[in-house]
């Protein structure tokens, strides 16, 4: 059993600044990618950025110049700092995985999702 858990999510005012965090914990024999995504209300699940395990990094458009993406690996954990931040950055970002549980058998995970709203 695998399991991811967010946190950092909040209230900021426009261009402010927010630290998500993404911890993997279990059974993980290792993980592969990972990656931020954010599902505003009425909208499809979007990707924000994702990292794979050697530091190779993609961004949205939306994100690039204001989101870095950053992992520890000894950790199991994932980061997403997130400056200058606008009202249209307001969603549920959820964190995601593609965690091996044994050198047979990967599968992708999500965590339970944070929200973070950019409001004056």
């Known amino acids: 059993q695998v399991q991811l858990v967010e946190s950092g999510g909040g209230l900021v005012q426009p261009g402010g600044s927010l630290r998500l965090s993404c911890a993997a914990s279990?059974?993980?024999?290792?993980?592969?990618?990972m990656g931020w995504y954010r599902q505003a209300p009425g909208q499809q699940r979007e990707l924000v950025a994702d990292?794979?395990?050697?530091?190779?990094?993609n961004y949205a458009d939306s994100s690039k110049g204001r989101f870095t993406i950053s992992r520890d690996n000894a950790k199991n954990t994932v980061y997403l700092q997130m400056n200058s931040l606008k009202p249209e950055d307001t969603a549920v970002y959820y964190c995601?995985?593609?965690?091996?549980?044994?050198?047979?058998?990967?599968?992708?995970?999500w965590g339970q999702g944070t929200q973070v709203t950019v409001s004056s």
């Open positions: 995601n995985a593609l965690v091996w549980t044994s050198s047979f058998k990967g599968d992708n995970y």
């Open positions: 279990g059974t993980i024999f290792s993980i592969n990618d």
């Open positions: 990292i794979t395990s050697g530091g190779s990094t």
